[in-house]
């Protein structure tokens, strides 16, 4: 039978015939199975290798092997690729087979592939970032070359602080004392004998962000022992004062926030940071500007900024103040003497945390505050509220007894103590605030019926509400506590 005779059977036959030998469409042309691997490139003893083979055609999936891969490296059967870490340097003749879904197989030389010597297994020798106390530490020393994996050892380090065989990452906590520590690390490679390199070197350990009181107690840039609002001190005079010591000399930014204590429901109030005045702004450079808004009570303000370490996150705190000056025409005439200084209003207390406590104030009394108000009435009745922040009801308070008239019933005076028996662990060991904002009450009256007068007196001053309806004085007074 010619060729021109068999094109002319019956196309069943011929289905018959070609459907005996495979199960594509037999008037189909087939796709044959065929690849290439000649540009694959050459590995390096010791580094992780990858190279996925091209193939295309024949029926998927495919089933992938591989003869004359150097030791280290393999292929994936399902995937085809290869991948490892070549243990040994050379030249390798590579051929993958290929075998499709119907059996098909395709052989391919991928020539000669070549496996470079490993380069010479080295360590970079430079001083580790400073450790900081207080903080999180983690370092990765930099190794090149040499035959993977690498193992990794240190002598010297700081007992705080380990290094990882595997990574080589030196990390822990940082609690170990301020210094140069001489440590040596050591990196061995997988070679046959294998090779090592070292570096010594010293790791400093520098004390954490912290405040030092000092300056703040002796600087005439801060009069009272605050930074005082206005005043174009940044984080740079901060630091070149002595007031912020420590840290990794990264970069420092300031901000006010809300200290809350978390034995208290949420929102109980701020915690120790005080409250910022409306009408000032803090800035992430730690310049505070601007006035203190006429609306708020007179007197001294203070509150904490929080200056964060951008690389630790470490926190430290500083306290800072501004004056409210203005009264509304017709206020009381209210003083604080404090220390034997009679213009102490505008002057925050100050008072050094000592066991977990702190007091301020004496029953001498000192400070003392003085409302003069000259009453014309045959009855007069003088009265206040006050309000606090940051301790605690059941630990801590105010102390305002003995309070009494003034003499020829011109007005009233009471002492001002604060102190806190059980300082919460948020706030111990660095400067916080208490702030106190009192609002007073003077009412006289000509009616001669005692009960009826406490009446009229309890109408207009009564409680706290109607003394800052019906009052005309108000003071805020603030308290900065150190760390012993």
């Known amino acids: 039978m010619n060729l021109r005779s068999c094109l002319f059977l019956s196309a069943v036959a011929v289905s018959v015939i070609v459907g005996g030998c495979n199960n594509r469409d037999p008037l189909a042309p087939y796709d044959f199975l065929n690849g290439t691997c ?47 870490i070549p243990s040994e340097f050379g030249e390798y003749n590579v051929v993958i087979i290929v075998t499709d879904a119907n059996g098909r197989r395709s052989e391919v030389a991928c020539g000669s592939f070549e496996v470079q010597e490993a380069d010479e297994l080295m360590l970079e020798c430079t001083a ?49 004392a301020v210094g140069f520590y001489p440590i040596t690390i050591t990196v061995t490679d997988s070679s046959d004998p294998p090779a090592t390199a070292e570096c010594m070197t010293e790791l400093e350990v520098r004390p954490g962000l912290s405040v030092d009181p000092e300056p703040l107690e002796m600087l005439e840039f801060y009069p009272d022992n605050c930074v005082p609002a206005n005043s174009g001190i940044d984080i740079d005079q901060l630091i070149a004062d002595g007031v912020v010591v420590g840290g990794d000399g990264s970069p420092i930014t300031c901000s006010f926030e809300a200290f809350t204590n978390p034995d208290l429901p949420p929102g109980t109030g701020f915690r120790g940071h005080g409250n910022l005045p409306l009408g000032i702004t803090q800035n992430d450079d730690c310049t505070a500007v601007g006035t203190v808004a006429a609306s708020e009570p007179h007197g001294m303000y203070v509150w904490i900024a929080t200056l964060t370490q951008e690389s630790t996150g470490q926190k430290t705190y500083v306290p800072y103040c501004a004056p409210q000056m203005v009264q509304p025409g017709g206020a009381y005439d209210i003083s604080i003497t404090q220390n034997g200084d009679p213009e102490a209003k505008f002057k925050p207390g100050y008072a050094t945390m000592s066991g977990g406590a702190f007091s301020f104030g004496d029953d001498s009394p000192d400070p003392l505050v003085e409302i003069v108000e000259p009453c014309t009435n045959d009855r007069c009745f003088y009265g206040f509220f006050f309000f606090f922040n940051s301790i605690s009801s059941d630990t801590g308070g ?57 009446a009229e007196n309890e109408a207009q001053c009564g409680d706290a509400d109607l003394a800052m309806i019906n009052g005309n ?12």
Request: include cysteine; hydrophobic fraction near 35%; aromatic fraction near 8%.
């Open 128 to 176: 580790p970032p400073p450790a900081v106390q207080g903080t999180t530490y983690s370092h990765m020393p930099i190794a090149t070359g040499g035959t993977l994996p690498l193992s990794w050892s240190a002598t010297g380090l700081p007992a705080t602080l380990t290094i990882d065989p595997e990574t080589g990452e030196i990390s822990g906590e940082v609690t170990d």
């Open 398 to 454: 105010i102390v305002k007894d003995p309070n009494q008239a003034l003499p020829n019933k011109m007005g009233m005076s009471h002492p001002l103590q604060v102190f806190e028996n059980d300082i919460i662990d948020g706030l111990r060991d660095r400067f916080w605030v208490v702030n106190t904002e009192w609002h007073y009450c003077l009412y006289g009256t000509d009616t001669p019926d005692e009960e009826a007068a406490a």
């Open 38 to 84: 000649a540009n694959m490139p050459p590995g390096i003893q010791g580094m992780t290798y990858m190279y996925q083979p091209d193939f295309s055609g024949g029926v998927a999936p495919y089933t992938w092997e591989a003869v004359g891969l150097p030791p280290g490296l393999e292929i994936d059967p399902d995937t085809g690729l290869i991948s490892g």
């Open 473 to 484: 004085g108000s003071l805020e007074f603030g308290v900065i506590v150190r760390p012993q």
